[in-house]
């Protein structure tokens, strides 16, 4: 396994930390509306008991 320069580990951090943002973020929750007209029931249901805000 080849060594990992500081910068790499660096991006590495970056990277995983962005993604967990993104995916966390009451943006990315905040667009679930726009799947409500498609599956109205199911995604109620997630909103309903997923409600992180």
Known sequence: MPHLSPMSWLM??????????????????ANLHTFETNIPNKMKYIQLTWNWT
Do not use: D, E, G, Q
Request: hydrophobic content about 80%; glycine content about 0%; charged content about 0%.
């Open 12 to 29: 590495a951090i970056v990277a995983f930390w962005l993604v967990m943002v993104t995916f966390t973020s009451n943006i990315w929750w």
